[in-house]
């Protein structure tokens, strides 16, 4: 199965190019992600050598009848921001 993958990085977010296989395991889908950021492949996300999903999770959200099987790359924070209070 294929899912559609979006990616939050540095306060940036895109979608993939190319569909992911759905049960890809979270690290495989890691890799991907650091891949396609490093390349330039997801519109919205700023190229990025330095990038590392290492700390980062990994969503799934089966498909219904209103959307396809989407993977979610994020930080562990809201809305790809580190966390602000002292």
């Known amino acids: 199965m294929e899912a559609l993958l979006n990616i939050?990085?540095?306060g940036e977010n895109g979608d993939s190019r190319d569909a992911?296989?759905?049960d890809a395991t979270d690290e495989t889908i890691?890799?991907?992600a650091t891949e396609m950021v490093r390349s330039?492949?997801?519109a919205?996300?700023?190229i990025d050598d330095g990038v590392n999903f290492h700390d980062f999770v990994v969503d799934r959200f089966?498909?219904?009848e209103d959307r396809p099987c989407r993977i979610f790359?994020?930080?562990k924070t809201p809305f790809g921001l580190p966390n602000l209070t002292p």
């Open 8 to 10: 939050t990085w540095k």
């Open 20 to 22: 992911i296989d759905f």
């Open 30 to 32: 890691k890799n991907w």
């Open 40 to 42: 330039g492949s997801v």
């Open 44 to 46: 919205g996300i700023a």
């Open 62 to 64: 089966p498909a219904n």
């Open 73 to 75: 790359v994020r930080p």
